[in-house]
């Protein structure tokens, strides 16, 4: 599968404790249910979009086709702040097979501070019910589609994302999606990148730059 590893670094202006609105911190080892939010509750979410691609996955049992769609993977730099929000978001499923996804986890954000929730004012049909975070450095986010309707063929999420600190990012994350059962597939994902500290000197230059110029 294609996976870029190349990073982009970026200026960030502030950190994710600016957050405001529905937006639901997230510690390593923690959980918490999902309600929904929009850029009008959360002006922190408008932004501008940086990178964009969507992959294709199927999921089988065996040599069965159980589920087929895609799922969009997005960074998203807020003019507000100019913090990045990583979005994910399932689409273009096939109608007339069996399988209904279940929780779809990510890997890539040890170390970094999240704020998690999705976007009711994007495309889409049903949101995640609850995000989880792994142990640790926190390096895995779990989102699950306990919510209604199901995530079967031809029903699509809204985009579900994470608000966080990292300066920089790159297409190293590795999105695991479930259907019930426990059948899964990975697909590579964009997600936060920890920059060389060349890069993430000239990252600080130009957030201060930018906040010099706000002022």
């Known amino acids: 599968m294609f996976k870029q590893t190349a990073c982009v670094v970026v200026g960030v202006c502030a950190l994710v404790g600016s957050a405001?609105?529905?937006?639901?911190?997230?510690?390593?080892?923690?959980?918490?249910?999902?309600?929904?939010?929009?850029?009008?509750?959360?002006?922190v979410l408008a932004?501008?979009?940086?990178?964009d691609q969507t992959f294709e996955f199927e999921i089988f049992d065996g040599m069965t086709l159980l589920y087929s769609g895609a799922i969009q993977t997005r960074v998203v730099q807020s003019d507000d702040t100019g913090e990045l929000i990583f979005e994910y978001r399932l689409r273009d499923s096939m109608g007339g097979l069996n399988g209904i996804i279940t929780?779809?986890?990510i890997t890539g954000f040890g170390g970094w501070l999240t704020d998690?929730?999705?976007?009711?004012?994007?495309?889409?049909?049903?949101?995640?019910?609850?995000?989880?975070?792994?142990?640790?450095?926190?390096?895995t986010l779990d989102f699950l589609m306990g919510n209604t309707p199901q995530l079967a063929g031809?029903?699509?999420?809204?985009?579900?994302?994470?608000?966080?600190?990292?300066?920089?990012?790159?297409?190293?994350?590795?999105?695991?999606?479930?259907?019930?059962?426990?059948?899964?597939?990975?697909?590579?994902?964009?997600?936060?990148?920890?920059?060389?500290?060349?890069?993430?000197?000239?990252?600080?230059?130009?957030?201060?730059?930018l906040v010099r110029r706000r002022r």
């Open 20 to 43: 405001s609105g529905a937006l639901v911190p997230l510690a390593p080892g923690a959980g918490a249910g999902l309600s929904g939010t929009t850029t009008a509750a959360d002006p």
């Open 47 to 51: 932004g501008t979009n940086i990178a």
């Open 103 to 105: 929780n779809v986890a």
């Open 116 to 139: 998690v929730e999705y976007s009711t004012d994007s495309l889409g049909d049903v949101g995640p019910s609850r995000a989880e975070r792994s142990a640790g450095d926190g390096d």
């Open 154 to 209: 031809g029903v699509e999420s809204y985009s579900f994302f994470a608000l966080t600190d990292a300066p920089s990012f790159g297409l190293v994350g590795v999105a695991e999606i479930f259907i019930q059962g426990g059948f899964s597939t990975t697909v590579d994902v964009y997600a936060p990148v920890i920059p060389a500290p060349g890069a993430l000197a000239m990252a600080g230059l130009v957030g201060l730059a």
